[in-house]
């Protein structure tokens, strides 16, 4: 029982700390995708080949 509380509250204080991120609008006019144009998620890979 205390295991379950702990997970709860562990997804209680993550969810929190994921609705203070701020929303930033990257345009993605000429990118290559793999997915309609309609689709209602846009998920976004940025890499560093260094």
């Known amino acids: ?3 379950l509380a702990f997970v709860l509250l ?4 993550a969810g ?3 609705a203070d991120e701020k929303r930033v609008s ?3 006019d000429d ?3 793999i997915c309609p ?6 998920i976004i890979e ?3 080949f260094q």
């Open 16 to 18: 929190h700390a994921v």
């Open 37 to 42: 144009v309609t689709a209602p998620v846009t």
């Open 26 to 28: 990257v345009p993605i």
């Open 10 to 13: 562990l997804f209680l204080f």
């Open 1 to 3: 029982m205390k295991r």
């Open 31 to 33: 990118s290559p995708s």
């Open 46 to 48: 940025f890499l560093d």
